[in-house]
Structure formats: C-alpha cells, structure tokens
C-alpha cells in the first residue's frame, strides 16, 4: 500500500491537494462521535463565523459542503440560476475550461469569453458585453480568480468596476479554490456574490470539504432560481441553521476539526501574513525560472499567480518527463501541464502551509531534473536568485522573535 | 476545542457515524500526495475491485463518490432517469421520507407507497402497481433497505421476485446505507441495478464517500438518462477510468487509504462473519429489550433490523430525555426518535466495527438511563437476558485460536 | 502485525498499562523536533511545575525520566541511599517482591517485613522496628503505595505518624505506580520523601516515562548517597535545570506533549474528581464480585484498592483460564494472577481515563467468561449490582450539564 | 503549546534526534494493549531477529531497553565490567567525553585516549596500549564509531586488527548511537562485544528505545561482571527471552510497532542502500561546505562522517547566532557547536530517513543564513555545487522504476 513512498519526504509542489501541517492531521486524528449531540453544532457554529474572514465577508453566509471544488461550482451556480440563464464565462485554462463545461451541462446560456492560454480573462470584452446588455439578459459573471493550469490571476476589483460603472445587476460569481487563503481576496469589498473554495487547497486540509459563501444577493437569488438541486441546496443547510443543528445531512467530523485548525494556524500567523508569504515564495520562484532562462506561461506581470507557476520548456523538451522524473528520482511532485499546454509546460504550486526552505528545495530540485533532462542549466543559479531574494525579505517567525 | 469529552471513552450507539476502528484512523493519518502519480491510481484500481464484494456483485461497477449518503442518493436517480420518470417509492420512516423528497425535488414523478412507521414496505401494493403496469410506465422502484429511523429491514429479494414475476423491466434502485456490510446484501443475485452506501456507516470510516455501484443496465441507462447532472455523473468517471487515472476531481487521499484498511478488516473477519455478528449483536439487543419490558418500534419480526433497534418508551417518558440524559451522565450517544416518533422511541445503533462487550457496556447504560428516568427498569435484566444469548452464540475470535 | 485484533474495541482492564485517551494519542502524534531549541526548554518548565501537582507537593522536584516504573524504583534507592544502607521494606505481593529484590541486588540492607499475600503491609511491625531503633540505623522505609498484584493499598499516613511519633529520621519512600493520579495522594501533607509512579498507569500514557519527585530532605541525601548511578543521578538533571535547558540527555518529545495532554485532562476533570472516579468504578467492582459469591483478594475492606480488584476464583478453576478466554473470545485484557497467586486469582484494573460504562462492559464479560469455564454465576447479577450503585452514584459530567 | 511552530516544515538538520518518517509516525498511533497476551511476545520475537541485521550480526544477542542512549551506555558497561576494571577509551569530542565521564563514575579504571577536536581515535595509541599489556589488565576498548559533536567517524576494523594481532581478549565495546544504520557497520565480521544505539537516531523513531546488543563472549561477560544493576542487567532480560514473554518490565508498545514500521522501511530501501544513500548526502554536505570557503571540523578526510558535518566558522562569527537564526527565520535547525568548539562550529546533521531535496533546502538555508551573519558567501555556491554531485549520483526510487 505503501509502495510508492521513496526515502524522505514527498516533496509536494503540485498545486492542490498542497502538504498538511502536522497540526492539523493531528487535530483530525480522532474517532466518529454523534453529530447531533450539542458538541458539534457548537464547533460548526463558530467554524461559520471563523470561515467568512478567510473571504474577507461579514455579510456572507458560508456552506461547508461534503463535496470537492467540482461540486462547489454546482452549488453557487444551481443556487443562484435558472437553466437558460446567460451568463459570462471566461475561458483561460483548463479549470475555466472545466467550469464552463459544467455550466453549459447545466443548461445555462453561457457567453464564453475566450483568451489564449497564459492570458487573464479579458475584461474588455466584459465591459462591452455588459455595457452593451441595457437589458439585463446576462443574469451572472463567472470568473475563476486563478487559473490553477497556466498559473494566471485574473483582476476582480476591475470586474466590480464594470459592473458598478454600468450598473449592471449580473450576479459575481467567483471560484477561488487555488486563491482564497493565499491571495488577496475581499469578497465585500469587491461585492463578489458568491466566492467558493476547497479544502485541500490553500487552507492545507485534506480533500472533502467544498467552502462556498454566499452574499445577501446571491441568498436572495436563491428563494427563486430554478436549477434542480437537492444535495448542493442551500436551502436546506439554511433550515438546519436556524433550527441552531446546522447539519441536513451528516457531516466529516474529522474535517470539522482539521478546518478549526487550518483556521487557528492561518489566524495565528495572520492572514495578510499568510498572502504575503505566498507572494514572496511566487516571486522567489518567478526569479528562479528567469535565472533558468525558460519563460513563465502567464504572459504579463500583472496576471502572475502567487500560488503557482506554469513554466513553459523548450520545444525539443517533454513537460511530462520533467514531472515523471522529478517524481521517480527527487520525490518532487511538480504539476503537468494540461490540455492545450500538455507537454509544454510543467507547474510550481507554491501554496498553502509551505515555506522558504521548502521551495528552495524544490527549485533545486527542478533545476537538476532540467540538467537530467537535457536542458543546459546552470546547477544552483535558480537557487541563487531565488535565495537572493529571500534573504531579504523573509521576516522573522513571529513566534520566535 | 474538546469541552465536551468525559473522561473514557465515548459509547457511540447512534445508527452512524460509528466508531472508527485504530486501525482505520492509523491509515488515515497521513498528509497529501499527487493524486495524478501513479500511486493513487494503482490504490483506485484496487479498491474498485475490492468494494464490488461488499456488494457482492461481480458485474457491477462502483464510483467512490467524495459526497454522503444524500449525495449517493441523488447520484444513483440522476444518472439513471429522467424528469417526469414514474418511480415507486416507499414511506417507511425519516429517511426513506428524506429520499422521496429529494426524488419529488428532481422532478420524477413519484408514486409513493406508505406504511406505518415500524412497518416495513409494502410488498403486496408494489405487486398490484408492477402487475398492472403493462406499459412499463414505471421507471424505476427505489427502496430503503433498511430504514434507520424505525430499524426496519426490508425484504429485497422479494422485490425482485415480483419485477421478475412480471417481466417488468423497472430499475431496481436500493438504498443500502445502514445495510451494506452490516446485512445480507446480494446485488447480483437480487438484480439490483444501483446499490449505495456511505462511509460512515457499517464500514466504519469518517464520512466523506458515497458508495454507489451500477448493474450494466443501470450504466445502460445513463446514457440516456436526461436529468442534470456533472458533479454527480458517473460518466465523467467512466472516462476517467478508460484513462486509467480513475478520478475526475481530487479524490480524498485519506479515505481511500481508509477504505483500503476497512475493507482489509471486514475481509479478514470474512464478510460472512460480520454479518454474522451484526445479527447476534442485534438479537441480544432485542432480548434485553423485551427484558426490560420495552416494545421494538418495529412491528414484526421479518422486518427486524440487524443494525438498529428503535424502542418505543412508555407514554409517560420523554425518549429524547433518554438520549439527553444518556449523553449528559454516562458518555453514551444514542439516536433520536426522528418525525412522527420524535420522543415516542430511542434507537440503538450496533452496526459497524463492535462487539459484544461494548454492546453491553451500552445496554448496561441504557438501563440506568432508564431508570433515572423513572422507568421501573430492573437493572441487571436486559445485560442479563443478552448475556445469555451472546455467551452461547459469540465464537472465540479466529486470529486468537 | 495487527493480525491479533478482534472485531470492535479491545476491552483493556489490565492494571496497565491501560487504554490511552483519544486527546493524548493525537498530542503524540508528532514529529521529532530539535529539543535544544527553546521550545522543548518552555514546555519542560511548565510540566515540571505541573506535574508536581498529581503528588499533591509544592515543595518537590519533579524527575520526568525516559524510563519505565523498574527504572524509577532505581532511580529513588540509588540517589538517596548508599550501599549497605539498611532499610525496611514490605512484602505483600509480586511488585513489592521485585522491588525488594532490586533493594537487595543494589546492595541495601533489607529489613523485609511480609505479610499474607492480600494483606496490607503490617504496620505494627513497622512500628516496633522504627521504635526499637534508637540509633537510626534504618536509613529508609520502602513501601509499595498500591500492591497491583493483590489489590491492596497501603496507609501511608500511618507511616508517616509511625516516623512522627518516634521521631525517625528515615527517608520515606513510596511506590506510586498504580496509584498516583487515582488514589488519594498527598506527598507534602505525608511526608513522603520519594514518590514515584509510571506514565502507563493512572495517567494513562504509554509506557516510557518514570515520573520521580523529590523531597528537600531527598535531595538533601542525594548528595551524599554513594550508590552508583549515572543515567538515574538526579544531579545531572539538577545541573541541567539550573541551566534552563532541563535535559542531560535527549528525552522523548512525544511524551512530553502527551505528558502535557494528559495533565490537561485530569485538570479539567479535576484531580479530585478523577480520584473520585476511581473510587466510584472500584467500588462497583467490588459489589459485582460480590453478586457473582467470589471473595475478593484483599483481605480487609481498608486495604481494598481504587485501582485494581484481584478475585479469587473456586479452587477447581484455573483463574489463568479466566484470561486467556477473556482475550479470545471477548477481546477482554484481564490481568494474571501473578506467582504465589497464579491460577487462583484474576485481576480487573479498572484505572486511568476509564468511565462506567466501559466498566460494565467488561463485568458482563467477567460474568460470560465465569460461566464459559464452569463457574455457576447468574448472567447480570454482578452488573445489576454495580449499576445499582452507579445510577445513583454517577455525576452528571460537568462540561455538558 | 504549539506556540514555537512556523509556517510550513520544520526543517530538523540536527544530528538527532531526527524526523520521523510518517509510516512510523502513522504505526505509532496506536492504543496500548495487554503486553502479556501472545500479540507482544509474537511481535517482540521477530524485531529481535530483525534488529539483529542493522547490527549484521547473526551471533549478537540484542536488547531494546526502555531507555536512551546513556542508558545503553551504561548497559554495556555494568553488564561486562566490574568496577576497577581497566578499560580504554578514546576522548575525541563530546558525546565520547560524556562517555568517559560515566565509565568513571562507574567506578571502572579508564586510561583515556585523548585527541584533538576533530580528529578521529588515536589508534596507534591503543596498539602500543594493547602490545604492552601482556598481562591484559585492559578488559575492554570503548570507541564511539561516530563522534557527533565534531563529525568524526572511527575505524574500527582496525581497532579489531590491533586486538587481533596481540590476540588480546578486551572486550570491544562501541557506541554505534549516530552510525548503526547510517554507516558501514559489521558487528560480527569487527568482532563487536556490545554495540549499541538509541532509536532517535538513523533509525528515525522517537527517542525512548536502547537498542544494545552483545556478542556471545559479552553475553558470558555478564555472568561474572560485578557493576551493580538491575533496571540494566541483561540476565533479566534472557531470563524472560527463554519464557517467551520477552519482558522483565513493562515496554513502550508504541516504539515496538514504531520499530517494526521502521526496520521495514529500511528493508524495503536496502540497507546498504540505505548507507549508500546517507554517504550521498554526506559527500553533498561536504562539497556545498567547500564551496562555501569553510572548513570541516574533522581534520582528515578518512575520518569524514557520513551522518553529520561539523562546520568551522570564521573567528568573528559566533556559530550559536547561526544556529538561533536558522531557527528563527527559516525554521531551519542546526546542531550547536558543543563544548570546546561552542561557538565555533555548527553541525548539519543528515541522517535518517531523510532526502536529497530536503538537504539542498537545508543548504540553501544555511547560505542565507551565513550572509545574514556576516559571511560573505555566494548565495547558491554551495547548492550548485551538492546539486552537481547529487545530479550524477541519485539513482532512481527503485519502487517507482
């Protein structure tokens, strides 16, 4: 069962499912108990409050549903639409393209907005359409905040602006699994109305628990939408948590648990901490693909992701052994290139409970898999530029000081 | 985080979730790893295999669904019919309740057959309904196989000897939650075409898995089936599995190595000697039952659950102040009376990874919950009676011999 | 290697090492850490401070030494007495037995005053000893707190006034093993100048920490002592907490958290109620045994021991029998009868995080057991006793009233 | 009480104790049990098989002792000496200092052997020692094989030759705590009396386990050794060997199943590959050290550790600031330089169950945290130059050819 495990640890850089702390395994390392007994309403009572300061909300109303980031898609978009609805959808990557999948399988009138792959969701063609759209036919804006595949963050400040500057009454979408816990993210202030996430993520849980948060709107969206959903239905959690029981089904206990502690490490180091240290690990890895001279995916500074990097490789090199060998030779699990960048690209997940010493690891590790692989790097340069950068700006453990 | 521990051990006789065996959480208490090495897949391939004997079905196909038992339940209709499809369905108690309501909510068309609470489906009416059914406008006949809101169990076989009877080519659609690795289950032989379960029930795991598995002609039926579906859509994970990458979204890593170490205890015990000994946990319960003068919800005793007695109480006794009390003063969960017999029963769940001394560690606590209560219990007699019993019928354990 | 598992929990009512709470199994499931950083430094400080609060002292030095009870035995004798040392020591059972021989293999002078196994230490020999001796040869009294093998404890007090009244300068030094965190223990108020106890027993952690505390009149002679120790020398942990760095030597990080989980749950619970606790199950205990017409070991009611009952059983069962059945038909630990009383005693701990129900449980498994191996016992009469007792002895558990 | 954790891994470089791989963490998380039913003396008998093979031994009788590494140390000794004996011993660091110190406090005649800092035993010392003791008043030769405070290996099959060639019949005893199962170690083809070592070092578990094992001629050494002990003495421990209970106290049932856990890890990798692997790492350290422009502790390279490198600062560094700030910013931990060399070296430990990425991440570290200091060092030198040699000499994970 255990055969696959070289010596030493895994050296986990894919982006999702990301290492767990120790703390949290520990916390989850526990026996069923009843949860209809007062123990665990009280846990998921101030788990509720707790989850909505990772989106930055106090006017959402957060499910922590039994399900993957798939089925958290299902949830905000069955909760909040009717089938025929038109809605904006951007496609960038593979997870957008997923999602899209999903939202045409679902019967919505999906407006996709298409970008090459390595580019952010253009907005442009947004404002037009919703500039364009007096009538108000498009019901939702869907954006995926990260593209996990090319390693693109797309601007949501600018899509509220849009759709404020045209007062338009578009319902905001947001799938924030591979950012919520890492990136900025102001769900409020941004009037997101329904921003989601999952578990195995940057909250460093196992798999199993899709985070979705609603906003008053979206809840209001709810009372009417005409998409058939039974087990993604907010309704019924919304039944639960007014009787105070919270749960219309049962819940993992042991995820409870493991998200209290996700949380409390998250809220002990800080969560503008938290985001800080992922922008400083992505800038860290950024300087070393430089130092590589091999090109990050995303193709403009304002759209690289703090949470992974896709790095294209030569032509005459396949993404898929740089992956496969990191894997049988370092115990480095890097992330393959998908779809349309199959073979082209290979990615660095730098999220969740991770740090300096980790990476640095890890980039060593990709250098000497480049060099095994035929690509004349220079051993120890993306290293060098990533330590350089590091040096000077990680700061004392808080903790330690 | 722990405030509502007492000291020892908790006594967990709530119907599900139940104890997890050491050995389980042992396997689980591991971090992540790339679901997309070749690692998860091998572990995948095997436990799909595996699993089909819980069921024993050589011809099924099961999907380890990252849901509950409520999810499962929407997986095996959705994949299966189409809205307006006419399906029987049988009121039997809470869940079989909870079941209809969600086949109303995805819009079949569903002709309900009810019973008292403590009856078991009625068998006579299916026939009448499938005998005059010559246009074969019935879809699909879905049952709870065993009803864990009354401990009522029943009869499958039957079922099938009437579609049988009259050729009718209806669905056979069980829900084998609180039954399967628990009571004789025969997917192949009763014909059932989807049969579920969840994790946290006879198999002792967390929550977090739906187990559902297709007879060919319920795959047969998916590719026609119109309701909508993409989370829950085996045909996502048929293609997957034509991959040999088996998962189309992140997989819990923890519970497949969960479920590998529950299916190696339940084969090592023999699948036939679990359900052995969930039917000698069961009678001894039933014995101190009629010891303490008490009557079992469940009307007959061809219906009789192996996995959960409800008792009735006495008019003049409040049954959710047992299960408080229990709680409160002896660390002892045991389940609700839900709906129509809210206060009028208790329910003893002995499913799942027990024996014989916890279940009489747990009687022991129900007679003098009993007692407190003001039932004129004589303490002593239910233990004794179900002594009696398991002292002649409990076989020494075979690794010790 | 787990092929010795039955189905279901094993019932282990051993007289230790005994069943380890969930809390403290999750504290230890850690990772090693560096324990010269000031982590392990401020986590010794506080445990220190701690656990001196289960000897009931203010004025002792607290040993925690990777070690087991044997090693602790060692560790009081040679750091406070020299060879040739005369002392007096009681044999009642199998543990004081091998303690008094590794009194007299290390050399002391040993003054053994025994009694019938099953009989407390006779005190009035003690008295005559300490009377006669006007030249204060005797350096030591050396008492077993709690004889595990026969179920009797001791009156420490009474040695204490038998010193007082003579005005003896003898050290005072006292077994805790099975006593310590489950009987009435008072280091300071009795004068106890050694008290020592293992972490597998009352405190409910595995085996490997031997806890030492010390008196000043201890350390005192710790200084002159000329036994010959080195691992065991209390000086070189004195130097070491002088430093603030607490350890001579690498001391096991995962029981210094379990350690520390362990002492949070008996605070919570309140020391004195978890003595109560014990006093509470041992009793039930006794009056199942005498439901069941067996006599108990201990000869007088003011010897019966809190934390464990020995049982004799009719001179025409092998009481060894008894246990062995118990394991394998029941999955229920009893204890041996041990030397003089192998085969006519068997013996139920009932110590450490261990609540009622757990307890009846294994009564109802003593009963099947007595009955399987030809002792004509009625099924239930002893739990019928024991709960009789308990329904109006138990407390509510106060974090859940 | 988590209060000292970072974000991410603790990166623990000292040289023990070390992580834990979490196969062993995982078979550690375990209940205790009965460790008189026929489960403990079944597992205990195949580990003491097992066990003997770290030591390849075939003719070595092994002890796991409840104890640490100074207690293994005091096991050899008063299991085969008495006091006044003769024995020589070598002072080369620290732990071989710490050593001596407990031979003469247990009271045994050392003619100590004192070298530099950093450099290996004086061998040629022992033969004129040895050659001149005709009369062979010197019954045993103490050598620590790995002096962790410096890095300095011994050698000792010379050691071996030198008795050998004065057919002297000293008893060889070594302290194997940072070698057995890291480096090259042949108990029997060396003619080893006693070696010994302690679980939390290359075997990777916690600390808690004395691992000594003694040829025949020690094993007939200790019917007539007069060192007082009990808690230590052997005999106890054959006496329960030839019971087949194994046990003369109670052990550590979770280091037991730890051990099994671990001896399989080191099986399934080899355990030459398993040396073959900590030379590679060893080598790595040495060369980033190189290029640094810092020089190792240990003067001569025959005399390299392959388990830990102890690295010389320059004079107007203080390598405890190194140390303290690894800890404090990176979460790095370095091993302190000790004693005579405080403040002048810092030690990498790199033993046990540890990878090539995990060190280039340690390394990386270290280099920034040598520029922090002051140390003019070339950010990456020293990972370009590990990496080079790590490129060409990791061989693929065989289990995942």
Redo the contacts between chains.
């Keep these: 069962?255990?055969?696959?495990?070289?010596?030493?640890?895994?050296?986990?850089f894919?982006p999702?499912?990301?290492?767990?702390?120790?703390?949290v395994?520990?916390?989850?390392?526990?026996?069923?108990?009843?949860?209809?007994?007062?123990?665990i309403p009280?846990?998921t009572k101030v788990l509720l409050e707790d989850v909505k300061k990772i989106f930055k909300t106090t006017s959402g109303t957060p499910f922590l549903i039994?399900?993957?980031?798939?089925?958290a898609?299902?949830s905000a978009l069955t909760n909040t639409l009717s089938?025929g609805d038109r809605i904006v959808s951007f496609l960038i990557g593979q997870f957008s393209l997923l999602w899209i999948?999903?939202q045409q399988?679902?019967?919505f009138n999906v407006d996709v907005v298409e970008s090459d792959w390595g580019q952010g969701a253009n907005l442009d063609i947004l404002a037009s359409k919703i500039g364009e759209d007096k009538s108000h036919t498009i019901k939702a804006v869907c954006i995926v905040h990260n593209e996990t595949a090319t390693g693109v963050t797309n601007n949501l400040a600018t899509v509220r602006k849009i759709l404020d500057h045209y007062q338009h009454p578009a319902l905001f979408l947001v799938d924030g699994v591979s950012s919520v816990c890492a990136l900025d993210f102001r769900m409020d202030e941004w009037g997101i109305d329904v921003a989601l996430t999952?578990s195995?993520k940057a909250l460093s849980l196992?798999?199993?628990m899709g985070i979705v948060c609603a906003s008053p709107k979206a809840l209001e969206a709810s009372k009417t939408a005409k998409?058939?959903?039974?087990?993604?239905?907010w309704n019924d959690y919304l039944k639960f948590y007014k009787l105070g029981t919270y749960w219309?089904?049962?819940?993992?206990?042991?995820?409870l648990?493991g998200l209290?502690a996700a949380l409390d490490?998250i809220f002990e180091?800080g969560l503008d901490n938290?985001i800080a240290?992922h922008g400083r690990l992505a800038k860290a890895t950024r300087v070393a693909v430089e130092a590589w001279g091999l090109k990050n995916c995303t193709q403009k500074e304002e759209w690289f992701s703090d949470t992974v990097t896709a790095v294209i490789v030569p032509s005459y090199i396949d993404s898929s052994e740089i992956v496969r060998r990191a894997?049988?030779?370092?115990?480095?699990?890097l992330g393959?290139g998908l779809n349309k960048v199959a073979g082209k690209v290979f990615r660095i997940g730098h999220l969740g409970?991770?740090?300096?010493?980790?990476?640095?690891?890890?980039l060593?590790?990709v250098?000497?898999v480049l060099?095994?692989v035929g690509y004349p790097v220079?051993?120890?340069?993306g290293?060098?530029?990533a330590?350089?950068y590091?040096?000077n700006s990680?700061?004392?453990?808080p903790?330690?000081?």
């Excluded at 219309?248 to 995820?255: A, D, G, K, R, V």
């Excluded at 740090?355 to 890890?362: F, R, V």
């Excluded at 220079?378 to 340069?381: A, E, F, I, M, T």
Aim: net charge neutral; glycine share 8%.
């Design positions: 069962m255990d055969y696959v495990y070289g010596p030493g640890r895994n050296h986990l894919v999702g499912p990301v290492n767990i702390p120790e703390q395994t520990r916390a989850m390392n526990r026996n069923n108990e009843d949860y209809r007994s007062p123990a009280a846990l039994p399900t993957t980031g798939t089925g898609w299902e089938p999948d999903q399988r679902l019967n999952g195995q196992p798999t199993g998409s058939v959903r039974v087990f993604f239905d219309p089904y049962t819940p993992s206990i042991q995820l648990y209290r490490l180091e938290v240290r894997w049988k030779q370092y115990n480095l699990s393959l409970n991770v740090n300096e010493l980790q990476l640095l690891g890890c060593a590790g250098e000497m060099k095994d220079k051993l120890g340069s290293v060098a530029a330590s350089a590091l040096q990680t700061p004392l453990i903790s330690r000081i």
